[in-house]
Each structure stands twice: as structure tokens, then as C-alpha cells.
């Protein structure tokens, strides 16, 4: 079993656990991910690691309340703990060759950028960070975020927070100001990051893309995870989850995101019969 030690409410939607889970902190790095499972009864979800921290032996996940896994996942507080914690998987970021750095969280994805920005800062990489969310209340990791990087800015499609308007106007606002930029690392919706991807193109900024895609089993031989790019087909789960954005299907890979719309939106809905029944 692997005891959960602290839990935190980000937002309505999203939460953060601390889970004892020494072997997979030991080996943890930006970029991976793990698998969990709450008892014999769930199932098998993956999450990229959020933060990990070798000498206390823990790992860090955050998580949207989206489905049933995560609606029973936050459930779970400090002194709960969960049945299976595997990890790390998936190939951890190279960032050992980048000065100066543009990182860059939409939404939930904030939490995936925020370890490599961490990195990145740690080994002396100038680094601005952009985030962005749909208004001020949606807003997570901001004095976690602020530091990790030199700049932090963040957007709110709504300008609740004072700075309307998506990621990749700040970007191209930085860009036009004559900023450098040795890699662009977005992480967040697929649409973001092929607006991102499409943004630097022409400039010639090597941008890394992180494609959370559907998987199952996590170790390459289901082939859910399957993303095409620069024309071959790569499993996100063990050849990324990190690939260079101007090579990557964008469209195929948002096409492939809402194949199990309907049974997600059926899970979500479902109610058992059983429950709200009186049993006295």
C-alpha cells in the first residue's frame, strides 16, 4: 500500500496528494509519469509526475476531478492510501542543453510544466513561464510557479487576474520584443500546443510538446497511446510522453482524444442503483 501523507484542494476541480512512495521517488524525473490504482476494484489511470521529493521518499500528483476514478480519488485525504503506485515511466525530459527557455501550462497542464521549469531554473536556465487558465479562480501552483523561473506570467481568458488573453499572445508578445529562446516547452490541451507549435515555427525555436494521450497499460504493448509523428507511430508511453511539437498529427491526435467521449460521459453519469438507498 502506498499512504497518502498530504492532500490539498487547488481549486473546485483540482487536487494535489503526496503520496510515500520512496523506489518511485528515488528514480522520478520531470517528464515521467505513474500509474495508479485506489483498490482492487479500480482501475489503472495514469498522471505525470507533479513534483517528487527523494529524501522524504514522495511523490506528488495533481488531478481534475473529470470521471469516476478521480471523483473516488479525491475522496481520499491524508492517512488514506492507495493499493498500486507504479513508476516512474515514460522517458524523462533532456533539458540539460537549454539556457534560456519559454515554459509554457495551459490549465491542468500547469502542473506538468511546473517540475521542468523547476528543473531547468535549478540548473541555472533563464526561464520564462507562462501560464494560462480560463479565469482567477482557476488559477494553481502560482507561488510554486514564480519559484521556478525568472518570469512568470500568467493569462486568464477572461482577464479576471488583470492579463486577458491566451498563452500564445504573451509569447508572440515576448518573441516581437526580441526575446531568445533556445526550446519552447508547452504542455496543456492538444489545441494549445499545436497553436504554440505553429506559433514558433517560423522563428525555428525547437518547441516540445508533452501528449498526454489515452493509455491503458503504460508500457507500450496496448498501443492506445499511439501518436504519429514526422509521418512514424510512436506509443507516447514509452518513446515520450515528450516529442517535438512541429513533427507531431496534431489533428489526428485530437481525433483520437474523443474516441471514448461517450463511455467517459457515460461513467461520469452513471449512478448504481444502490446508492442513496436507505439501508437502516
Known amino acids: 500500500m502506498f499512504p497518502i501523507i498530504r492532500k490539498e484542494i487547488l481549486n473546485d476541480t483540482v487536487s494535489l496528494i503526496e503520496v510515500k512512495a520512496p523506489y518511485v521517488a528515488r528514480k522520478a524525473e520531470p517528464g515521467q509519469f505513474i500509474i495508479l490504482r485506489i483498490d482492487e476494484q479500480g482501475e489503472r489511470v495514469p498522471f505525470t509526475i507533479a513534483d517528487f521529493d527523494r529524501d522524504r521518499g514522495t511523490v506528488t500528483v495533481i488531478f481534475q476531478i ?28 533532456e533539458l540539460e542543453e537549454f539556457k534560456s527557455v519559454a515554459v509554457i501550462g495551459g490549465g491542468l497542464g500547469t502542473a506538468i510544466a511546473y517540475p521542468q521549469a523547476k ?20 488559477i494553481i501552483l502560482k507561488d510554486a510557479c514564480r519559484e521556478s523561473c525568472s518570469n512568470l506570467y500568467i493569462m486568464t481568458d477572461d482577464g479576471s487576474n488583470g492579463q486577458q488573453g491566451f498563452v500564445t499572445q504573451k509569447l508572440e508578445e515576448l518573441l516581437k520584443a526580441g526575446k531568445h529562446y533556445d526550446a519552447v516547452i508547452a504542455i496543456g490541451p492538444l489545441v494549445m500546443m499545436r497553436a504554440v507549435s505553429e506559433l514558433t515555427r517560423p522563428y525555428g525555436i525547437k518547441t516540445i510538446v508533452s501528449m498526454n494521450s489515452i493509455m491503458i497499460d503504460g508500457t507500450g504493448m496496448c498501443g492506445g497511446c499511439r501518436v504519429t509523428v514526422d509521418g512514424e507511430t510512436k506509443f507516447a508511453c514509452v518513446d515520450g510522453p ?38 437502516a
Open 242 to 279: 515528450d516529442f517535438d511539437g512541429h513533427l507531431v498529427d496534431f489533428d489526428e491526435a485530437i481525433r483520437r482524444s474523443k474516441v471514448f467521449a461517450k463511455e467517459e460521459r457515460q461513467a461520469t453519469e452513471h449512478l448504481c442503483r444502490l446508492e442513496g438507498m436507505n439501508h
Open 66 to 93: 473529470v470521471g469516476q476514478t478521480t471523483r473516488r480519488l479525491n475522496q481520499l485525504g491524508a492517512g488514506d492510501a492507495l493499493l498500486d503506485f507504479v513508476g516512474p515511466l515514460g522517458k524523462a525530459s
Open 119 to 138: 528543473k531547468l531554473h535549478q540548473m541555472g536556465a533563464k526561464v520564462d513561464m507562462i501560464n494560462g487558465f480560463r479565469n482567477q479562480d482557476m
